[in-house]
């Protein structure tokens, strides 16, 4: 009889007091064992340190580390110092899986004995009544000739940069010394990803949702203002554009679908600028959208804004250096998007009447 490989789970704690039990559970329930699970109780302020010793005092496969506050990377790199299982899980402490994700993406591991990577999709809950599911535009088992032709649609669709929906194979980030990066504040999870694709041949992509992701209003662009947000994107494209290139990918299907997340970066980049947060004066931030519209005329294609009336309003403005034009529509966007919550929820209210 072939014993089952342990799988490490690395759970990031920080003030998560409120949410850590569930998640914990979520885990002690799946229907794959044997697991480990690894809390890093990362300078906690809150009862989190309390309540991660009190779960490893009750379950056996619980093992806890407190350590100061050094951030989600490092508390990341700990865990997978400290893991003892063939393959390890991300899972972050707000944050639940499907009972059936273990062993769903074991069996999608040992399908091959070639491969190095599973990746599945994820459901983005809001609330007990709004939920999103994230689905990969391709599944099965990939070759790399294959999976690298969809490296921007996965990207696009937000199923690559997470650690979160991903199996991987602990003697691959060890032997290749993979780790997280702290010198970003977004993105450091992407890196590590195409990071460890570098040294994958196969991959195996399920379409399941099986991660279950609570967002949290503070992490959505619209709710609050980001100081670097189109720095941090360019970063980003720039490195998912070099990977490419590397592996001889950077086909016209990747280029075009780069080119539309880069024209969306530009609009959420002057959305953002115009956040109600943002208490820069007017005349710094004509500045700081005169820097996005350079940006995005050295940069973007004018055909990659399209699809949406917004694209193409942003795109007519931008032809027509109607500086002023753009700046009055996003001035008064953050408005119209606070009239349209507002009404969506008169319009929920109404129907459950």
Same mark, same amino acid.
């Given at each position: 009889?072939?014993?089952?490989?342990?799988?490490?789970?690395?759970?990031?704690?920080?003030?998560?007091?409120?949410?850590?039990?569930?998640?914990?559970?979520?885990?002690?329930?799946?229907?794959?064992?044997?697991?480990?699970?690894?809390?890093?109780?990362?300078?906690?302020?809150?009862?989190?340190?309390?309540?991660?010793?009190?779960?490893? +005092?009750?379950?056996?496969?619980?093992?806890?580390?407190?350590?100061?506050?050094?951030?989600?990377?490092?508390?990341?790199?700990?865990?997978?110092?400290?893991?003892?299982? +063939?393959?390890?899980?991300?899972?972050?402490?707000?944050?639940?899986?499907?009972?059936?994700?273990?062993?769903?993406?074991?069996?999608?591991?040992?399908?091959?004995?070639?491969?190095?990577?599973?990746?599945?999709?994820?459901?983005?809950?809001?609330?007990?009544?709004?939920?999103?599911?994230?689905?990969?535009?391709?599944?099965?088992?990939?070759?790399?000739?294959?999976?690298?032709?969809?490296?921007? +649609?996965?990207?696009?669709?937000?199923?690559?940069?997470?650690?979160?929906?991903?199996?991987?194979?602990?003697?691959?980030?060890?032997?290749?010394?993979?780790?997280?990066?702290?010198?970003?504040?977004?993105?450091?999870?992407?890196?590590?990803?195409?990071?460890?694709?570098?040294?994958?041949?196969?991959?195996?992509?399920?379409?399941?949702?099986?991660?279950?992701?609570?967002?949290?209003?503070?992490?959505?662009?619209?709710?609050?203002?980001?100081?670097?947000?189109?720095?941090?994107?360019?970063?980003?494209? +720039?490195?998912?554009?070099?990977?490419?290139?590397?592996?001889?990918?950077?086909?016209?299907?990747?280029?075009?679908?780069?080119?539309?997340?880069?024209?969306?970066?530009?609009?959420?980049?002057?959305?953002?600028?115009?956040?109600?947060?943002?208490?820069?004066?007017?005349?710094?931030?004509?500045?700081?959208?005169?820097?996005?519209?350079?940006?995005?005329?050295?940069?973007?294609?004018?055909?990659?804004?399209?699809?949406?009336?917004?694209?193409?309003?942003?795109?007519?403005?931008?032809?027509?250096?109607?500086?002023?034009?753009?700046?009055?529509?996003?001035?008064?966007?953050?408005?119209?998007?606070?009239?349209?919550?507002?009404?969506?929820?008169?319009?929920?209210?109404?129907?459950?009447?």
């Amino acid at each position: 009889m072939i014993t089952p490989k342990l799988v490490s789970f690395i759970i990031p704690v920080y003030n998560a007091e409120h949410s850590l039990f569930p998640c914990v559970q979520s885990i002690l329930g799946q229907m794959y064992h044997p697991i480990e699970i690894i809390l890093i109780n990362d300078g906690s302020t809150d009862h989190s340190k309390d309540l991660c010793n009190k779960l490893a +005092e009750v379950y056996a496969s619980i093992h806890v580390i407190h350590q100061e506050n050094t951030g989600v990377s490092q508390a990341r790199n700990r865990g997978i110092r400290e893991a003892n299982g +063939e393959y390890i899980q991300f899972i972050d402490a707000d944050d639940y899986i499907d009972s059936m994700m273990t062993k769903k993406l074991v069996q999608a591991m040992k399908s091959n004995k070639k491969c190095e990577l599973v990746i599945c999709g994820y459901e983005a809950i809001t609330t007990k009544t709004s939920r999103k599911k994230y689905t990969p535009c391709i599944e099965g088992m990939l070759k790399n000739n294959r999976y690298l032709t969809h490296i921007g +649609e996965l990207y696009k669709q937000i199923i690559l940069p997470s650690p979160c929906n991903k199996l991987y194979r602990t003697d691959i980030i060890r032997e290749h010394q993979l780790s997280f990066t702290d010198k970003l504040s977004n993105g450091e999870d992407l890196l590590f990803n195409l990071d460890y694709l570098r040294h994958c041949k196969h991959i195996h992509i399920i379409g399941d949702t099986l991660y279950k992701y609570l967002m949290k209003d503070s992490y959505s662009l619209s709710r609050r203002y980001r100081k670097d947000y189109l720095q941090e994107q360019q970063r980003l494209l +720039e490195e998912v554009t070099r990977f490419l290139r590397e592996k001889r990918a950077l086909t016209t299907k990747n280029q075009q679908v780069i080119g539309e997340i880069y024209a969306n970066s530009i609009i959420n980049a002057l959305t953002n600028l115009f956040h109600p947060d943002n208490s820069m004066p007017r005349n710094r931030k004509k500045e700081q959208m005169d820097d996005i519209l350079l940006t995005a005329k050295r940069n973007v294609d004018m055909k990659y804004f399209r699809g949406t009336s917004q694209k193409r309003l942003v795109s007519m403005l931008i032809r027509l250096r109607a500086t002023y034009g753009l700046y009055a529509f996003f001035r008064v966007k953050p408005f119209l998007q606070h009239q349209q919550r507002v009404l969506s929820t008169i319009v929920k209210k109404v129907k459950h009447e």
